[in-house]
T-cell receptor, first 111, second 112 residues
């Protein structure tokens, strides 16, 4: 069953702007991860944040996690047209367990 | 991290027929996961496949409709049986590689 919700469902920005996506979940988690999916293809793992971490960076990506609010955010800075994709958050109850996916945010970055 | 080869990448099938999707992993993994992604939707877990035991299915998915094989620690198949147009989806396999999850490239199934 799906764990949570992404917000917004769709986001349209121009190149160079920052994109922020939010994710909420319902139950206790071990890890929270963000994935990108281009045009209905396979998923690309972007970043993993553990339940005892509050913030993590990877290149132009910044992820925050607030376990008290059961929420996470993904910030993409200085967006590019190539960032156009769907973004999903996913949680697992423990390492190696199946993932519960949010509904996803569709990001459109226009030149 | 593990690398998964998933086949076929896409297929168009007649209703009432079956399609078997294969996932080959380049390393031994204990559990493999099969997901379905319906058009415009997120991923939903179908089942978890352990080597040497029956797959564990999620609510709403049954073995007769989605039989799974897991003959060894590097390979698994998912069959979509007696297909109907409602089965048109992307099907993905996934494994836990110790440091993260890896996904196959997906099988885009269209049932006509």
């Amino acid at each position: 069953s799906q764990q949570g919700e992404e917000d917004p469902q769709a986001l349209s920005i121009q190149e160079g702007e920052n994109a922020t996506m939010n994710c909420s979940y319902k139950t206790s988690i071990n890890n929270l991860q963000w994935y990108r999916q281009n045009s209905g293809r396979g998923l690309v793992h972007l970043i993993l944040i553990r339940s005892n971490e509050r913030e993590k960076h990877s290149g132009r990506l910044r992820v925050t996690l607030d376990t008290s609010k059961k929420s996470s955010s993904l910030l993409i800075t200085a967006s590019r047209a190539a960032d156009t994709a769907s973004y999903f958050c996913a949680t697992d109850a423990d390492s190696g367990y199946a993932l519960n996916f949010g509904k996803g945010t569709s990001l459109l970055v226009t030149p | 991290s593990a690398v998964i080869s998933q086949k076929p990448s896409r297929d168009i099938c007649q209703r009432g027929t079956s399609l078997t999707i294969q996932c080959q992993v380049d390393s031994q993994v204990t559990m493999m996961f099969w997901y379905r992604q319906q058009p415009g939707q997120s991923l939903t877990l179908i089942a978890t496949a352990n080597q040497g035991s029956e797959a564990t299915y999620e609510s709403g998915f049954v073995i007769d409709k989605f039989p799974i094989s897991r003959p060894n620690l590097t390979f698994s198949t998912l069959t979509v049986s007696n297909m109907s147009p409602e089965d048109s989806s992307i099907y993905l396999c996934s494994v836990w590689g110790g440091n993260g999850y890896t996904f196959g490239s997906g099988t885009r199934l269209t049932v006509v």
